[in-house]
């Protein structure tokens, strides 16, 4: 797959929401966070379900090993609050942790990591993830 189809989702996603609610992430209100959460969750499921392999994260978790192991150090949680960090981990956790802790790894690797790249891409009307991610100083790409 090339770099440029798995980047497709997100650019599709991003382009969608040409308007963004504010101007910066730290001045989102809990319900402008709130409304980014639910409009992105039909992207955290596809990730989820594999159906567009348009996260590198979502591949190297399945891949295993130090590959899995290395996604502890890259949650992109840059100019996030710990409040809007927690309430990002809580509103995943509640959709699929909610009867067991069985995805909590996947969750907190994947798509936390996701769901912060996709609500940053939407305030700053970025379209590519890895320009993104470079803003939010993660220092790896999934190449």
Known sequence: MTQKS?????????????????????????????????????LMKQVFEGKHQASWRHQHYKAG???????NYNVPVGPFTDEQYQAIVSYLMGIYCVSHKRYLKYVMKVLVSEMLIAIFMDIHGISDPE?????????????
């Open 65 to 71: 090993g130090a590959k899995q192991y290395n996604l």
């Open 131 to 143: 320009d993104a991610e470079a803003k939010m100083g993660v220092e790896h790409s999934g190449q």
């Open 6 to 42: 798995q980047n497709s989702l997100f650019v599709i996603i991003a382009d969608a929401s040409s308007q963004s609610l504010c101007s910066s992430i730290k001045d989102l209100t809990q319900d402008q966070l709130n409304d980014l959460l639910r409009k992105y969750t039909p």
